[in-house]
């Protein structure tokens, strides 16, 4: 039972860390320009469905109504990110007090909420931040049963897990944590007998039914697109460089969580939180990326916190305290630039932050390669131009091209990557192609004619999947919707 704490100096400490963080967000998110994933939900928005091949609708739709009611700038996109981030801080903070932690143990969760590289590095508009919220807010709910072992708790742990399944199927193994320690909880696997679990198991499969039917309709996309992208899991280095970049995320608080991870463990009441936290991270250790589960790490080292005030000698849990501190600053100031975008587009490239931060190389060159394509596009002859559609080969130039072309100057634009591939009509007449990011040899099959036109450069000598991508045109052997299969990639 967490102790009776002065409603005031709380609401003014979780207020203000949450303010902390929103501000840095709101005051740097405008440095940098739209990231071609940004570019892809915002597409992904303006063809609204209830599932898409790599994530479900949660986040697209969201992107839509947000681009609707604040316009379409980089900055007003990523305005839910930075609140949603302020609210996963808060959420840090909260664990601790729920676990019993006095107010200063609170404030040093909220301190490592503002200061780690997991929440500092949300800026952008991506389902990460938001399946940051999903999972940790369903491990509160799961916390709270385990306190207080009332029915509500269940329907909302039940409602959490649902929504998270509509945010990113990442959430999946943590459902199956928590499935695990119920069942090997006697408290928790006597509640079976009570209806309250299955009415929270069928809401999770109420909220999640829309999606399940989408795959279902389109062939599971989705099971493609694991299996594609699994082969890129499998070859970044295997079991240890997982657990290494794991360790990476908490830097100087790893002992921190590895306290937090023994003290959920050693203690009855709090082992079903262990379990529910080590699986997903035992699963994504073969099929997954370090940062899956990083969402469990606040309740984790939070729990580690709680620890803090059960050592005996003051003199050592005042160390120990200020140790957390020093930790949380360093890792904050030593990864800033990696996480916040401070630096201009401009100075990327220069300072290596190309190379280093692909995220931030993402951002740059939209407008310029609109510019190009349309340039590209003025250059066929007229009769050309009546019959040429813009192909793409990632998703990145088609969504630059919506938010910055000018629709009097370029033709329609398609890309077959991931959901994109849905949305070309499939009574389009086109006889040619402008193709980004195919040369010749990659469209031979499709045309009876293909020849470079042009490379796309991205401002600044920034590195990023763009630059120097080659332009063809062809000459289309059949109507592009009976050819489209051939292009297709969801990888």
Known sequence: ???????????LLYGGAAAFLIAVH??????????????????????????????????????????????VTPWTLRVLPALVGGVNVILCGAYVRKLGGSLRLQALALLIGITEPVFLGTWLFQ?????QLAWMLSLYAFLCLINDHRPRHWILLGTMLGIGLEVKYLILPLALGIAVAVLLTPSLRQDLRSRYPWIAGALTLLIWSPNVVWQIANG??????????????????GVVDYLVFFLLLLLLLAPLW?????????????????????????????????????????????????ALSHVGRRTLRAALAVGVVTASLLDGVALLKITVPLTPA??????????????????????????????????????ERATTVIVSSDYGVTGALDVYGNPKLLPQSFSPQLSDFFWLPAHLA????????YAPSDVQWMCTSANIVGH??????????????????CRLRAPLPTLWGGLRNFS
């Not at 389902?127 to 399946?131: A, G, I, L």
């Not at 796309?456 to 045109?473: A, D, H, I, K, R």
């Open 1 to 11: 039972m967490a102790r009776p704490q002065p409603r005031g100096a709380t609401y």
């Open 220 to 237: 599971f996309p989705t099971l493609t697109y694991i299996s594609n992208h699994q082969g890129s899991i499998q070859s970044g280095g």
């Open 26 to 71: 709101l005051a740097t998110n405008n440095i940098l320009g739209f990231h071609i994933d940004e570019l892809y939900y915002m597409a992904s928005g303006r063809h609204p469905a209830f599932g898409y091949v790599d994530f479900p609708p949660i986040v697209p739709l969201l992107a839509r109504l947000e681009t609707a009611l604040l316009g």
């Open 430 to 437: 086109a006889t040619d192609a402008l193709m980004a990011g």
């Open 258 to 306: 590895v306290a937090g991870v023994i003290t959920l463990f050693r203690t009855p009441k709090l082992r079903p939180i262990g379990i529910a936290c080590a699986v997903p991270l035992v699963v994504y250790l073969f099929v997954g990326k370090f940062y899956y589960p990083a969402p469990t790490l606040p309740i984790t080292m939070a729990a580690g916190l709680v």
């Open 346 to 383: 401009d100075r990327l490239h220069a300072t290596g932050l190309d190379i280093q931060q692909t995220d931030f190389a993402a951002t740059v060159g939209w407008e310029a390669i609109t510019q190009q394509m349309t340039e590209m596009y003025a250059a066929l002859s007229t009769s």
């Open 127 to 131: 389902t990460v931040v938001f399946d």
């Open 456 to 473: 796309l450069t991205v401002s600044y000598q920034v590195v990023n999947l763009e630059q120097g991508s080659p332009v063809t045109f």
